[in-house]
């Protein structure tokens, strides 16, 4: 087991090194020059030449040939490429270039809110999902059975953004139940501890706080959920049926249990398995997809954050965003191939 | 389904090809009938737009601004703006322009970039998986990287870093040695930045098939004749891979149309005043308290096509992927 630790981190490397290499090249290959982004197409030829020095584009791209045979290997390496690398792996992602702003500063600042909603729309995802789930399978070919596949199958049709601006309209501006944007009414006052709001609320022992940041996730977290949750009810309905089918559960059934007590203690337990990878792996679509739910929401995550930036064409954020985003997905998966090897005894890895 | 099984085994041995036997089990599948009828139905309304309504999507008119879908409007009104009960039944925008009309409109665009993308990421990944699976090695390892890279960025991220980059408005350069400059329009560039993150999908799912069938009997077969790789590759392995492949273009089809038009809404694909879906809703959001209805009906419009290709793509799954039938 530990062996195959090892080695999956060891092979998270070179996966690591190509996004980096894509998020340095991309904006270089076809925005040309960050001093001329930066400053502008009107900038005076020597400002531009000072903008260069300080940020170093005056350096080669990925190998610096006059450094090598100066200083030999470490000199090769003086490149803007690997100034980059060396400066994201101590976090350092560069500054906003209109508000001049660490990078790191304000995704340390945002990510507390997309990661509060992500896991709350997963939560809602995942206790309907795998219920619904369960229904089909145990209902296979009925009328049910077709209903729950086909909103299933809708769930994943929806442009996600569309559906936010729909659920605010009925649920917000129409009936007036729920808030249509932020995370907290503008009234109260925050006090971060954890920067997730839920969490916050009930530290502080503040009822009033803690159902008014509930009341706003909602929403957005419905929205946001729907596509896990459509993905997780057809698996927990395939993975369902093929468990119906074995062996052990004929047994369950043959010595007289209960059909509640096979189907959740033979039958589900099993076939959650393939779900986790499915959680797992909607994690990341998550996160893309809180772009768009965070953009609808005003919901000030990492999400909005991006889009700001798109809209601002603040390009050292896009690429800190894309960058953090896709590390964090990277990393999601890791994990949960390695709890698919705790969970499952029967899974040897040599 | 067992029964279905049966019938297909039986028929295939009186000498029916796999084709035939798989588009005959294709036109019984009641998933597939509803997936093709919808999409028929949207794909002969965009072609016939212009007779449909005829007029021009972009022209404004300033008289009826606004206006909701006209059905819903009360007789005094529709008098009022001399219009009848179905003069504009999806309402209009604020420019005055027929929504209805729009929305035919931007079926076009977004049909066409779904064809367009899912070709180019279809050939190029068809052809990456297949020199990666067939002859391993040290290409292999290359491009399974390429794809993990790829890959780890989730959904719509790439796309959405890599239209960024490229920019808003249009994009002209110059590649070396051709003496004419490309022309790139924000629409294209939205779909070349799509098409490259479905690339890795078709990749992988080509080496996995490739590899699969690489050992089977009749490729082995055809190698002991003394068939060159490029041959058996052409020949044996990529017609007999190709069912998965054609199931997952169905879907990315879908993909790519949802795909696009967030890249609208964003601001990064399609740019006003074209009639793009994913644009459409991005106007309509920043009015949809006084006018919903503009984003409504383009969001309908994205949800149909969208549906119509899942329906296709899952149907297709259950007539040509055997393994599944007994699963779902």
Known sequence: ?350 | MASTVGNSSAKASKGQSLAQDALKRFFRNPTAILGLSILSLIILMTIFAPLLRPGDPLKSNLKVRQLPPSWTMSQADLDKKKITAWTYPFGTDVQGRDLLMRVLYGGRISLRAGLVAVIFSVSIGMVLGLVAGFFGGWIDIVIVWLVDVLLAFPGILLAIALASALGAGTLSFQLPFLPFAFELSSIEKALIAISITQIPIFIRITRASVISLRESEFVQAAKSLGANPRRTMWLHVLPNGLSPILIQLTLSIGTVVLDMAALGFLGLGAQPPAPEWGAMISDGFGRFRSAPWLSIFPGLAIFLTVVGFNLLGDALRDVLDPRLKNVS
């Open chain 1, 1 to 350: 087991m530990s062996a195959y630790i090892i080695r999956r981190l060891l092979g998270l490397i070179p996966v690591l090194f190509g996004i980096s290499l894509l998020v340095f090249i991309i904006p270089r290959a076809v925005r040309g020059d960050p001093a001329t982004i930066i400053l502008g197409e009107r900038a005076e030829p020597a400002t531009l030449e000072r903008l260069r020095e300080q940020l170093g584009l005056n350096r080669p791209l990925f190998f610096n040939q006059e450094g090598f045979q100066e200083k030999g290997i470490a000199g090769l390496f003086d490149s803007q490429y690997f100034q980059f690398l060396s400066k994201a792996l101590r976090g350092d992602l560069g500054r906003s270039i209109f508000r001049l702003t660490q990078v790191r500063d304000e995704l340390a600042q945002r990510f507390p809110a997309t990661f509060e909603l992500s896991i709350v729309a997963m939560f809602f995802a995942f206790i309907i999902g795998v219920p619904a789930g369960v229904i089909a399978a145990l209902n296979r070919g009925k009328l049910l059975d077709t209903g729950i596949m086909f909103a299933a199958l809708a769930g994943v049709s929806f442009p996600v953004f569309w559906l936010a601006i729909i659920l605010i309209y009925a649920f917000s501006v129409n009936l007036g139940w729920l808030p249509p944007s932020g995370r907290i009414d503008i009234s109260f006052e925050i006090n971060p501890i954890t920067r997730l709001y839920v969490l916050d609320g009930l530290l502080r022992g503040d009822v009033r706080f803690t159902l008014n940041a509930i009341k706003h996730l909602v929403l957005p977290s419905i929205a946001l959920g729907t596509i896990p949750l459509a993905i997780i009810v057809r698996m927990t309905r395939s993975s369902m049926l093929e468990v119906l089918g074995q062996d052990y559960v004929r047994t369950a059934r043959a010595k007289g249990l209960k059909q509640r007590l096979v189907i959740n203690k033979h039958a589900l337990r099993n076939a959650l398995l393939p779900v986790i990878t499915v959680i797992g792996l909607s994690f990341g679509g998550l996160l893309s997809g809180a772009i768009l739910t965070e953009t609808v929401f005003a919901w000030p995550g990492i999400g909005k954050w991006v889009y700001d930036a798109i809209a601002a064409r603040d390009y050292p954020i896009i690429q800190g965003g894309v960058l953090f985003v896709a590390f964090i997905f990277v990393i999601v998966n890791l994990l949960v191939d390695l709890s698919y090897a705790l969970i499952d005894p029967r899974i040897q890895y040599s």
